[in-house]
Each structure stands twice: as C-alpha cells, then as structure tokens.
T-cell receptor, first 115, second 113 residues
Framework: GAGVSQSPRYKVAKRGQDVALRCDPI?????LFWYQQALGQGPEFLTY????????KSGLPSDRFFAERPEGSVSTLKIQRTQQEDSAVYLC?????????????FGPGTRLTVL | AQSVTQLDSQVPVFEEAPVELRCNYS??????LFWYVQYPNQGLQLLLK??????LVESINGFEAEFNKSQTSFHLRKPSVHISDTAEYFC???????????FGRGTSLIVHP
C-alpha cells in the first residue's frame, strides 16, 4: 500500500497480558517513530529507528516497553505485563530520510484498551 | 524541555466563518513548527510547516500559519471554513538540532452548518 499501516487497529488486553503492535512503514523509508497518544492528549514520542538501529528510546515509559525493527522495515512495539495506564492509541510514523525534519507520515494507530 | 500550548481544546464555528487556532511554544534558539490534522478514524496528516524563510506558510486547502518569533506563536488561520474542515488539529515543534517533535494536546475544530 501507499501509506503507513498498523495492526491490529484495536486491541483489548487483560491486565498482565503481553501485547505486540505492528507497524508497516512506507517502503524505503529510513526513519520510523512510535508515539503514545492518551485520550485528549497529543502524541508523545516513545522511540526512533533509523533503518534497523534504535537510536533513541528515551520516551519509553518503562522497561515493560520494547520495540524492534530487525530488518529495517516492519517494526513491532511490545508491551509486557500490560497495566491500565498503558491504555492509549499507539501511533507509528515513517519518514524518508534520517534525522531530519522531513514530513512524517502517520499510520491510523492501534487503540489499546487494558481492562 | 520544549513545550507546546494549545489553549483552546474545542473551537466551534459556523460554516464560511473565519477561524484561528492558537499555538504557543516555549522559546528556543531555533525551532521548526508544524500543524497536523487528524480526521476521524484516520492518522495525522501534515497540514503545513515552517522550517525557514517566509514566516507565513500556506496549505493547499486554504489554511495558513504565521511564525511569530517575538510572541513564540504559530497560530493557524482560515478565512472561511467548510464542514469538511471538522477535525482535530495538532501543533508540533521540533527544537533546532533535534528531530523529535513535541505535540500540543490538540484543538477540536467543529464546523456547524
């Protein structure tokens, strides 16, 4: 497809379960970002990949959050032992170049609800 | 740390009326400024951006924003809104030397017929 896709679009998890959220960036895009968007808030940065290298993970809220992009394309955000405060929309964005102010193209997000 | 303030959480207007969505940011030596729009059930889309040069930037659908360094503002304006402009609008700032945006909490523009 032409845009960034994310799956699943909706995920309901029981507290304590592990979840994995997938992002398919635009083909050939070097940069990939993950954001967390709580209800009524703007997106907040979680982590950044340049190809397969995770260059910045300063926004990950705890060591329960883990992200990877092993082949420099698809990325997975994993949350272990989910908590209610993890409920949010998780957004993925990609841009064509590395470390610049290039336009970021966002996916539709995955809405995670932790019961 | 950079911060972005969008004072208005909701802005209701009538169709064909003008609108201004306000955005202020904490000062920095240099910044790059963005407005994103999010339609229901869709991802954020870039509306317009200021990187350098002319302080007035325009989008293809009639929105414009002006970078005001002295007031640390980047307000978004449109002289005549349409029903289809109903959406959530986010202002974002990237500090010079960085590539990570800081977003405001968003303003919901609601256009009534």
């Amino acid at each position: 497809g032409a845009g960034v896709s994310q799956s699943p679009r909706y995920k309901v998890a029981k507290r304590g379960q592990d979840v994995a959220l997938r992002c398919d960036p635009i083909s050939g895009h070097v940069s990939l970002f993950w954001y967390q968007q709580a209800l009524g808030q703007g997106p907040e940065f979680l982590t950044y990949f340049q190809n397969e290298a995770q260059l910045d993970k300063s926004g990950l809220p705890s060591d329960r959050f883990f992200a990877e992009r092993p082949e420099g394309s698809v990325s997975t955000l994993k949350i272990q032992r989910t908590q209610q405060e993890d409920s949010a929309v998780y957004l993925c964005a990609s841009s064509s170049r590395a470390g610049t102010t290039d336009t970021q193209y966002f996916g539709p997000g995955t809405r995670l609800t932790v019961l | 740390a950079q911060s972005v303030t969008q004072l208005d959480s909701q802005v209701p207007v009538f169709e064909e009326a003008p609108v201004e969505l306000r955005c202020n940011y904490s000062s920095s030596v240099s910044v790059y400024l963005f407005w994103y729009v999010q339609y229901p059930n869709q991802g954020l889309q870039l509306l317009l951006k200021y990187l350098s040069g002319s302080t007035l930037v325009e989008s293809i659908n009639g929105f414009e924003a002006e970078f005001n360094k002295s007031q640390t503002s980047f307000h978004l304006r449109k002289p005549s809104v349409h029903i289809s402009d109903t959406a959530e609008y986010f202002c974002a700032v990237i500090k010079g030397g960085s590539y990570i945006p800081t977003f405001g909490r968003g303003t919901s523009l609601i256009v009534h017929p």
